[in-house]
C-alpha cells in the first residue's frame, strides 16, 4: 500500500496536508475577525460547520481547512472576503502563531474519546485517505499510542484545554450538543456576536439534524470547496451513526480497563475530563 500518512514533527498527517503547506502556517495571512473551527477527527466538525452555516444574518464563509492541500492553500485562503470560519483539526502548538497574537476566535469541540476512537475507527476502513486496518483492537492500540492520524487524543485536547480560560476560546461538547441543542447553540451565537431568536433555532435544529445531514450527503457530490475535514472532501464517509456511547459495542471489558487507565493517567490534571465524565 502506498503510504497515505507522513510525520510532521512526531505527528501523522495525511499526505494530503503537505510538509511544504504545514511548514509554511506560520506565515499564513491572518485576519482578526479569522473564527477557527477546530477539533480532533471525528468529534462533530461538520455538524458545528453545518450550524455555523445556518445562523441567519452570520455573514461568513466557510472555508476547507488550513491544512488541506499545499502551499497554494495559504493564497487561496486570501480570496474570501467575507468573515472566514476556517476548520483544522491541528492541535494548539501547530497552530499559525498570528491565531495566537491576534486572539482569534475559535471554537473547540471535544467528544468522548471512546465514541471518538469507534467513529476514527470507521473512518479509517472507509476512507480511501487514510491507511488499511484490520481490527478494531489492532486500530484502538494505535489510538491509544496516538499512532494516527492527528496524534493522540489525549495530547491534542490536553493542548487546547491549557487555554480553556482564554476569552477567545468558547469550547463545545458534542454529548452537550446532543443533550441541548439549543443551549450550546445560544452559546455559539453569542461567541460570535450575533443573535438567534427561537423559531430560529427550531430551524437550525431540524436543518442540521443527523438525518437531515446525512440525507443530503447522499445526494451531494464532493467538492472540494466545501470540505470540512482534511481527511475527506466525500460526505458520505461522515454521517454514521450520530449517537452517543455507540462504544459500548466495541469495547471489551479489558480494552475499557486499559483505556480508563491512560484516561486516568493523562487527564488526571484535567477538568475537560471531568465534564466528559458527567456528561458522557
Ligand atoms: P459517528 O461515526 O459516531 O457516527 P467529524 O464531523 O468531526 O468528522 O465527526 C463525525 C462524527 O460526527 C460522526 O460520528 C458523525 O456521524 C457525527 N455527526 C455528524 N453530523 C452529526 C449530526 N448532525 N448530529 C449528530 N452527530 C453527527
Request: net charge neutral; proline share 3%; glycine share 2%.
Amino acid at each position: 500500500q502506498v503510504s497515505v500518512l507522513h510525520k510532521f514533527r512526531g505527528i501523522l498527517f495525511s499526505t494530503v496536508s503537505s510538509e511544504e503547506l504545514l511548514n509554511a502556517l506560520d506565515s499564513f495571512d491572518v485576519r482578526e475577525d479569522d473564527v477557527f473551527l477546530v477539533s480532533y477527527p471525528k468529534s462533530g466538525t461538520h455538524w458545528i460547520a453545518e450550524i455555523i452555516e445556518n445562523i441567519p444574518n452570520a455573514r461568513i464563509t466557510l472555508t476547507s481547512p488550513i491544512e488541506l492541500g499545499d502551499i497554494s492553500k495559504l493564497e487561496e485562503l486570501k480570496m474570501y472576503s467575507k468573515r472566514r470560519v476556517i476548520p483544522t483539526h491541528l492541535s494548539y502548538d501547530l497552530l499559525p502563531v498570528k491565531v495566537k497574537q491576534k486572539k482569534c476566535k475559535i471554537i473547540y469541540i471535544v467528544r468522548n474519546p471512546k465514541d471518538t476512537a469507534v467513529s476514527l475507527f470507521h473512518y479509517y476502513r472507509d476512507n480511501p485517505n487514510l491507511p488499511c486496518v484490520e481490527t478494531w483492537a489492532a486500530f484502538l492500540e494505535l489510538f491509544l499510542k496516538g499512532e494516527v492520524v492527528y496524534g493522540s487524543w489525549f495530547d491534542h485536547v490536553l493542548s487546547w484545554e491549557e487555554h480553556r480560560n482564554d476569552k477567545n476560546i468558547l469550547i463545545i461538547f458534542y454529548e452537550e450538543l446532543k443533550k441541548d441543542f439549543s443551549k450550546s447553540l445560544k452559546k455559539i451565537a453569542t461567541f460570535l456576536g450575533i443573535n438567534v431568536n427561537d423559531s430560529e433555532i427550531n430551524k437550525i435544529a431540524w436543518k442540521t439534524s443527523f438525518s437531515e445531514m446525512k440525507n443530503n450527503s447522499v445526494k451531494e457530490n464532493s467538492d472540494l470547496n466545501h470540505t470540512i475535514c482534511a481527511l475527506t472532501s466525500d460526505r458520505k464517509l461522515v454521517f454514521r451513526k450520530g449517537v452517543v456511547g455507540d462504544w459500548i459495542n466495541y469495547f471489551t471489558s479489558k480494552q475499557k480497563r486499559v483505556f480508563d487507565e491512560l484516561f486516568t493517567e493523562k487527564m488526571k490534571h484535567s477538568e475537560l475530563a471531568r465534564v466528559l465524565e458527567e456528561i458522557s
